[in-house]
C-alpha cells in the first residue's frame, strides 16, 4: 500500500495511529521510517501521527525520547515531531483505547478526507481486542482505512490462521498488512555465516 497523498491538497488527512509507540522497534525503526517518508514529502501536509502506549508519558517526554533517532537537521526533526502526539492505556481496557481513538476525531472532524493507518506493534494476542475497538471507535469513513499487524505472526500454521482468522472477523483482507520482522532470520544468518567463512 502506499503512504504517498498528494502534498498539494489542504482539505485530506492522513491519521496514523502507532500502537506500542513507547518500545524499543518503535523508537529505533517505526518512527525514523516515518520521518523518512516526512522529510521526503511522502506524508501530506495535514498528517498526524499518534502513538499509544502503556507508559505513561506527555507529548513533549515521547518526543524527546524519539528525537535522537531522527536523523536529520534541527529543524526537520522539530517539524516532524510537532505532529507527533501520544496517548497513555492499557491495551486490554476498551475505555482507554476508546478514549484515545475518539480524540482522533476531535482533531480531525474539520477535514472533508481522511485515510487513516493503524500500527500494531503490540503482541499478538492484544491484536484482537485493539482490533475490536479500531472497528468500532476508530475506523474513518471519509477515506481508506488500512491496520498494519507487526510482531512474529504465529509460531506455528495453527497459531497463524488462528490470529489471521480472528483479523479477517474484523477487516476486509485490502485493508490488513502483515509484517513479520523475523520472517527468514534463521536463513539470513545461514547465508552470512556461509559468506564469512569461504570469503
Known sequence: FKLRMDVGSRSERLTI???????DLAKKKTYPALFELYTNRRLGAKT??????RSKKTDESFRAQIRPYLKGTVESVDQFLSICVYRV???????DLAAALGSLGEQTSSSRKENRMFYMAIPPSRFHVVGKIVKERGLTTKGWNRVVVEKPFGKDLESY?????GLKRLFREHQ????????GKTGVRRISAYKQRYS
Open 17 to 23: 495511529v502507532v500502537f506500542g509507540a513507547s518500545g
Open 176 to 183: 490488513l498488512y502483515r509484517i513479520d520482522h523475523y520472517l
Open 161 to 165: 490462521q488462528k490470529l489471521s482468522l
Open 48 to 53: 498526524l501521527i499518534c502513538g499509544y502506549a
Open 89 to 95: 492505556g492499557q491495551y486490554h481496557l476498551p475505555k
